[in-house]
């Protein structure tokens, strides 16, 4: 079956714009998550969704960021006024309920969207 | 003390060898901890979970010390197809996060030569 996809593979911006990056879950799965990685680091989260509402965002860096899952399925990533440091691999996940521990439940990644900011 | 944090390498070594990958981690209450592989310029995938008396599969073996707060990833018989980055992931619950938060390692790279 389809994996999680995500839109663009690839986004240019200039310092200061508004962009927008998609994640499609895979179907059926309830829980959505963001992570962003640079170059030589591993993931690092920001939020995720249990459905349509936004269980934790505190790895939401500050207010420039936001995120929404307004149907509980495709989720938007939002960036304003974008800066430098915000270049990364924006990576996507989903699972089939919350969280992976006890309960066994594997985060599937999309292949990010690498963003680029000038 | 960083929450995760592992040897970032690289190691090369030659296919057939036998290679170790060690992570430690700062909470000791930690509960879930996984190991995930990562090919260049690809997403991360779920290589496997380490549970508390150690797991194998196939090639590869996960072990956890609690004590030492220290995981280890273990790889026999290396192919060159296991060349990739390893990145040891511990659940962020008792990180000030939840448990939908997981928590990556800088990974360790191995490339493994003909």
């Known amino acids: 079956g389809a994996g999680v996809s995500q839109t663009p593979s690839n986004k240019v911006t200039e310092k200061g714009k508004y962009v927008e990056l998609r994640c499609d879950p895979i179907?059926?799965?309830?829980?959505l998550y963001w992570y962003r990685q640079s170059l030589g680091q591993g993931p690092e989260f920001l939020i995720y969704?249990?459905?349509?509402?936004?269980?934790?965002d505190s790895g939401l860096p500050n207010d420039r960021f936001f995120a929404v899952r307004p149907e509980g399925s495709v989720s938007t990533l939002k960036i304003q006024r974008t800066e430098r440091g915000d270049s990364a691999v924006y990576l996507c996940?989903?699972?089939?309920?919350?969280?992976?521990?006890?309960?066994?439940?594997?985060?599937?990644f999309g292949p990010g969207t690498r963003l680029t900011v000038l | 003390r960083k929450e995760v944090e592992q040897d970032p390498g690289p190691f090369n070594v030659p296919e057939g060898a036998t290679v170790a990958f060690n992570c430690t981690y700062s909470?000791?209450?930690?509960?879930?901890f996984f190991w995930y592989r990562q090919d260049c310029r690809k997403e991360p995938k779920l290589l496997m979970s380490?549970?508390?008396s150690g797991n194998e599969d196939g090639r590869f073996t996960a072990q956890l010390n609690r004590a030492s707060q220290y995981i280890s990833l273990l790889i026999r018989d290396s192919k060159l197809s296991d060349s990739a980055t390893y990145l040891c992931?511990?659940?962020?619950?008792?990180?000030?996060?939840?448990?939908?938060?997981?928590?990556f390692g800088k990974g360790t790279k191995l490339s493994v030569k003909p």
């Open positions: 996940a989903s699972s089939q309920t919350m969280g992976q521990g006890a309960w066994g439940n594997e985060q599937f």
């Open positions: 992931v511990v659940n962020g619950a008792h990180y000030g996060g939840s448990q939908g938060n997981l928590i």
């Open positions: 179907s059926g799965h309830t829980a």
């Open positions: 909470n000791s209450a930690s509960q879930s």
């Open positions: 380490v549970y508390s």
């Open positions: 969704f249990q459905g349509t509402g936004a269980a934790d």
